[in-house]
């Protein structure tokens, strides 16, 4: 594979992961971005995450909600940097990833800074522009915490539809640390 087409297809894997954590909302979208992967192992499970939680829409927005947005008493998987880096909800990781996002002249508005659909579309973003950068954003921003989180959803949630969004997010891990270590 060429590199522009390689770091095409790793924008959109990047893409499709920022869509399905932004919310059970974005499936069809996830699925419309990953059917532009040439990766068809990746492709085929946002297709088939997408494809299985289509019908149950109500049941997956709350069990969505209960991992990643609102459970009493404890929260089981924030979905932010700040939490596993720094320990609480909008600290120290926030000000760097401004940084990056200021350097590249965006910021982010729907979500909080530190969210991983917001980190995954930066790196979307990146890949596009400057690969060496976007390699070095992942490093720091990405992989740094995201194995933790995926971790986190397969042992504290017990829902089927977020056990497949961890289990999709580990394996895109895995290979993008492998990915990375080869491009060294």
């Not at 494809?51 to 979905?79: G, H, M």
């Not at 915490?145 to 089927?160: M, P, Q, Y």
Request: net charge negative; aromatic share 14%.
């Amino acid at each position: 594979m060429s590199e522009p087409v390689q770091n095409e297809d790793i924008s959109l894997k990047y893409q499709a992961i920022s869509l399905l954590f932004g919310g059970p909302r974005y499936l069809s979208e996830a699925s419309e971005v990953a059917g532009k992967v040439q990766d068809q192992v990746f492709a085929s499970a946002v297709n088939n995450i997408a494809k299985a939680n289509s019908e149950n829409s109500e049941k997956i927005e709350t069990q969505y909600t209960a991992c990643f947005v609102n459970n009493f008493p404890k929260l089981p998987c924030p979905p932010y940097e700040s939490w596993y880096l720094d320990g609480s909800f909008h600290g120290a990781a926030v000000a760097r990833l401004t940084v990056w996002y200021r350097k590249f002249g965006l910021f982010p508005a729907a979500l909080p800074e530190d969210h991983i659909s917001a980190i995954a579309e930066f790196a979307a973003y990146l890949y596009h522009t400057d690969k060496a950068e976007a390699d070095k954003f992942v490093r720091e921003h990405f992989l740094t915490w995201a194995g933790k989180f995926a971790d986190d959803i397969a042992k504290k949630c017990t829902n089927e539809y977020v056990k497949e969004l961890g289990s999709l997010l580990q394996s895109f891990l895995n290979d993008e640390i492998e990915r990375l270590r080869d491009s060294r």
